[in-house]
């Protein structure tokens, strides 16, 4: 059986894309995955200090929630996560968790010395956002956050569900097609994983 964890990334325990992730586990869930829930919100995660003692071994110098959190995700085969737009980027509870994982990024390309661009995905990861707005440029700055955090967890951006215009809480439910979607999702994305064991 293949792992996924799924992260909440939104300090709204109900809000939009908690409504939609939640359509992607249970989907992901019916397709066999054992999905472990996130919510960042319920986790002490402490900002980046920025001291760089992770150059000595990629340990990170905070010991908080995080390293539980960071070996459930090494220790699956994909990642959904999701995150509201806030000012054209991720949430700050999703901003503060993945610059932890610069220490990742220390290891990998100062300690172990992977030249940039050259690994092959060992993951996936599914993106799920929601903005309020309708702007075609909403999601620009922060796919481009994702990618290379995903790039860290030597995983690829196999999908991304974006959806504009949702913005007080409820707003995803009054929108069927976006659930249907992200449940639908949920099921393939359980079955790539599978597939890439
Ligand atoms: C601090 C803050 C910043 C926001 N910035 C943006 C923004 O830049 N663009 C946008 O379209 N919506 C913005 N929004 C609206 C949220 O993206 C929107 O309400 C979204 O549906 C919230 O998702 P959630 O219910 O999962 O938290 C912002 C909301 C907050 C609270």
Redesign the pocket.
């Known amino acids: 059986m293949s792992r996924i964890v799924a992260i909440y990334g ?3 325990r109900r ?4 409504t939609l992730l939640n359509e992607a586990v249970r989907g992901a869930t019916e397709a066999g995955a054992e999905v472990e829930r996130i919510f960042l919100r319920d986790l002490k995660i402490a900002p980046c200090l920025e001291i760089y003692k992770c150059m000595q071994d990629g340990e990170c110098a905070i010991q908080d929630d995080f390293q539980a959190v960071r070996d459930q995700i090494l220790g699956a085969q994909g990642l959904m996560l ?1 995150s ?5 980027s991720v ?1 700050a509870h999703t901003k503060t968790f993945m610059d932890r994982f610069q220490s990742l990024w220390v290891k990998k390309y100062w300690i172990d010395k992977v030249p940039f661009g050259k690994w092959e995905p060992k993951r996936k990861g599914l993106f799920l956002s ?4 309708q ?1 075609k440029k ?1 999601f620009e700055g922060t796919l481009l956050t994702i990618k290379y955090f995903f790039d860290v967890l030597d995983m690829e951006l196999w999908k991304s569900l974006l959806y ?1 215009g ?4 409820g ?1 995803a439910q009054k929108h069927p097609e976006h659930l249907e979607e992200a449940y639908e999702t949920g099921r393939t994305f359980a079955e790539a994983v599978n597939t890439q064991r």
């Open positions: 939104s300090p709204r809000g939009n894309t908690a999701a509201p737009i806030f000012f054209y949430s929601a903005g309020a707005t702007g909403l504009r949702l913005d007080f809480e707003d």
